[in-house]
Each structure stands twice: as structure tokens, then as C-alpha cells.
């Protein structure tokens, strides 16, 4: 079918160009033939008044007479009569060669349009089914390339349309491999966190069971010798020791766990709407206590209702962890910054700093797990802000960080309305 379409295709833009050729060489060589005709014609004239200058009135008289007369019939012909024949004259009738020739020309010109439209619309239609298929495939509909509408022959996009096929079938593979070894990384990760509950439980007690027996022990008044005195002690000291690593090995195993959830999809987000600035308030409320023993104030402008559909904890969470971020960052004195605004696109919500601002190598790595910055704070695992950013991620938004220019971090969340 597509052969018969180029064929036609072909024969349409072959005959409108020989239409305007033909049309086109008709109009020079009438416009020739008409000056050769004018030439002939004065020539004669010019002899004849020549030889007899009373003629001249007569001979002009006659051609503007003639000019608008039909032709004279065969046997009243002059030149007939004594044996000339039309060859031996130029004879072309211009108005009708120029119709002709204008007609021809614009019949051309029709076709050769006619014939560009028909490409042009089998080009577009091609073209939009390539973008159909594109676009089904960016939004997890593409399968078997057009298998609806597809002949076997070829055109000029075939090769193109096997590229393409070839390309989204690659990606599609890659693409299952990349969730297949996710799936692996967070089952993994997941048997790791509950791996980790064992030991960690086991010396939780310990350590809790230690406590007791010294405390039993400064209860009982058993004779305290200063030896005994600084045993005591270096116990004491041990144990807190242990009590600070335990919660670090507590906060890492529940953000494996979360981690894991996330990777595997199994991260339940019951998405309302909610407004910004109650949402904002309720995560500066949980580090109220940290930023009262830091000196450090929280700025939030109410600047009217501003609804967005996400998950309140999780997403109050991620605001967590980022106010926090900028908290650890901010000398006494300073502040945490917050403003939101909202249009037809997106909600904006920035989150900044009073402080130094971030270090110029850690910019474009602040997001990797485990990765701690240069001024990374002290008991931090480095995945509190990988954890915001996958939570934020999941509820169709970005999460970007940069410095301000005056001084100061800066957190920007976009949440897209489409």
C-alpha cells in the first residue's frame, strides 16, 4: 500500500513540474513568436511605405483595423490565392496560447500543492503516531510498536520507526533489570535492619542489666573504697558510651528499614490535601525542644491558605529533616527561614539558613545516602536527606539545594500540580 502511495506521490510532483515547464516554455516562446510577428509585419510596412509614402495612412489605418478582426476565411484569402501557405508565415493566436498557457501553469501549480498537502498529511500522520507510541511509552502504556495501524511495507520513517523500537526495547530491559536489582538492594537492605534488632536488643539489656546491678550495688551500702568508687564510674562512663551508640545503631536500623520500603515500593502514601503553612508549623513544633537549646529561631510568614495533596507525616518528616539540617547549621542567634508560594504549575516551599552555607564540594552529592559533608553534624549516619528527598519525590515533587547568595543554605521542594 505504501509503495502505491510513493508511486502516486512520485507521478503527482512529476506531472505538475512538466505542467509549469510546459506552461512556463509556452509563455516565452509565444512572447518570442508575437515580437517575431510585430518585426515581419513593420518590415513590410516599412517597404511599402517606403516605395509610396501616400500609402503610409492607408497601411496603419488597416493593421488597427485588422488587429481585433477574425481571420479571413480560406478561399477569401489573398496570400492563398497566390500559393503561400500558413508556414510560410508566423500565425500564433496570443490571447489563447497565454489562456492556455496561464491555465496550464495554474493547473500545475494546483497539482504540485495537492501533491505536497497529500505528503505533507501521510509525513504528519506518521510522525503523530511516532509520538502517540513515545508518549505511551513515558507514561508505562507503550507495548508491541504500533501494532494497531502498522502494514509491513516500508517508507521513509521506517528506519527511524525501527530505531525507535529498538531503542524503547533496550531502555524497557534496562529498565526491568535497574527495578529487578532495586527489588534485590532493598530486600537486602531489609534483612540487614532486622539483622541488626538481634545484637542490638541483646545489648540493650546487657547494658540495662549492668545498670541495675550498679545501682543495687549503691543501694545495698556496700563499703565504698575508692577503688570501688572509681569503678563505678568508669562503668557509669562505659555504659553511656554504649547507651550513645546503641540509639545510633537504633536510628540507622529505622532508617534501613525506611530506606527499604522506599526501594521497594512498599511505602504506603495516603496523599490529602493539606496546607502548607500548618504543615510547616507542625514540623517546627517537633524541634521546638532542639531549637530552644540552640538558639535558633523559626520564621514561618502566614501568607494565606495554600492546599497540597501529599502524605501529612511523611512529608512533615522530610520537612523535619531538613529544618533540622539547616538547624545544626545556624549559630546561636540565627535562624531558620521559610516561605511557600503557589502557581498554575507548582507549590514552592524554600527552607533556608542564617549560616556559613553549604561547602562547595558537598553541593552536588548532599542527596547520596550515608554520604556526612564537611560540616556534617556530630551522630549523624548522612540519610536524612536522601530519605526527604525520596519522600518528596514520591508525591510527584523535586527536591534541589544551593547557597544563597548573601550567605546561608538553601532548600527548594517543588510540588507539581500534573
Given at each position: 500500500m505504501n509503495k502505491r502511495k510513493n508511486l502516486i506521490i512520485l507521478a503527482g510532483f512529476v506531472l505538475s513540474v512538466s505542467l509549469l515547464s510546459v506552461s512556463l516554455t509556452v509563455m516565452l516562446l509565444t512572447d518570442y513568436f508575437s515580437f517575431l510577428q510585430m518585426h515581419i509585419t513593420e518590415g513590410l510596412c516599412r517597404e511599402i511605405i517606403k516605395n509610396e509614402p501616400a500609402a503610409r495612412d492607408v497601411i496603419l489605418s488597416v493593421?488597427?483595423?485588422?488587429?481585433?478582426?477574425?481571420?479571413?476565411?480560406?478561399?477569401?484569402?489573398?496570400?492563398?490565392a497566390y500559393g503561400y501557405r500558413q508556414t510560410d508565415f508566423v500565425q500564433i493566436a496570443g490571447k489563447n496560447i497565454v489562456f492556455l498557457a496561464a491555465a496550464g501553469f495554474f493547473s500545475g501549480a494546483v497539482l504540485f500543492l495537492a501533491t505536497f498537502l497529500y505528503r505533507h498529511k501521510k509525513e504528519l500522520s506518521r510522525i503523530n503516531a511516532l509520538t502517540e507510541y513515545l508518549e505511551?511509552?513515558?507514561?508505562?502504556?507503550?507495548?508491541?510498536?504500533?501494532?494497531?495501524?502498522?502494514?509491513?511495507?516500508?517508507?521513509?520513517f521506517s528506519k527511524l520507526q525501527d530505531e525507535i523500537y529498538k531503542t524503547v526495547t533496550e531502555l524497557q530491559q534496562t529498565k526491568e533489570s535497574a527495578v529487578k536489582a532495586r527489588n534485590n538492594f532493598a530486600e537486602n537492605l531489609y534483612n540487614i535492619a532486622h539483622q541488626l534488632k538481634t545484637p542490638v536488643t541483646s545489648i540493650s539489656l546487657s547494658a540495662q542489666r549492668v545498670r541495675d546491678i550498679l545501682r543495687k550495688a549503691s543501694c545495698s551500702g556496700q563499703n565504698r573504697t575508692a577503688p570501688h568508687s572509681d569503678n563505678s564510674g568508669r562503668a557509669q562512663k562505659h555504659l553511656n558510651q554504649i547507651d550513645t551508640q546503641l540509639s545510633r545503631l537504633i536510628r540507622l536500623e529505622e532508617a534501613l528499614l525506611l530506606l527499604s520500603r522506599i526501594d521497594s515500593g512498599a511505602l504506603s502514601l495516603n496523599r490529602k490535601e493539606v496546607d502548607v503553612f500548618t504543615l510547616l508549623m507542625l514540623a517546627a513544633d517537633n524541634l521546638q525542644e532542639l531549637s530552644a537549646e540552640a538558639e535558633v529561631a523559626f520564621h514561618i510568614p502566614e501568607t494565606g491558605?495554600?492546599?497540597?495533596?501529599?502524605?501529612?507525616?511523611?512529608?512533615m518528616e522530610a520537612l523535619v529533616n531538613l529544618m533540622k539540617n539547616c538547624m545544626e547549621h545556624t549559630p546561636k542567634g540565627g535562624a531558620v527561614c521559610c516561605d511557600f508560594e503557589q502557581n498554575p504549575l507548582y507549590t514552592r516551599i524554600r527552607i533556608w539558613d542564617t549560616g556559613s552555607g553549604f561547602a562547595g564540594e558537598d553541593i552536588p552529592r548532599l542527596f547520596e545516602r550515608f554520604y556526612r559533608g564537611k560540616d556534617a553534624a556530630e551522630g549523624g549516619i548522612g540519610i536524612g536527606l536522601a530519605i526527604s528527598k525520596a519522600i518528596i519525590e514520591g508525591q510527584?515533587?523535586?527536591?534541589?539545594?544551593?547557597?544563597?547568595?548573601e550567605g546561608g543554605a538553601l532548600f527548594e521542594i517543588r510540588f507539581y500540580s500534573h
Open positions: 493593421l488597427k483595423e485588422y488587429k481585433y478582426r477574425s481571420p479571413l476565411p480560406p478561399e477569401k484569402s489573398l496570400f492563398l505511551g511509552v513515558n507514561t508505562g502504556r507503550g507495548g508491541i510498536f504500533l501494532q494497531n495501524g502498522r502494514d509491513n511495507s516500508e517508507d521513509d491558605e495554600i492546599l497540597i495533596c501529599v502524605d501529612l507525616d511523611w512529608t510527584n515533587g523535586t527536591l534541589t539545594a544551593h547557597n544563597l547568595p
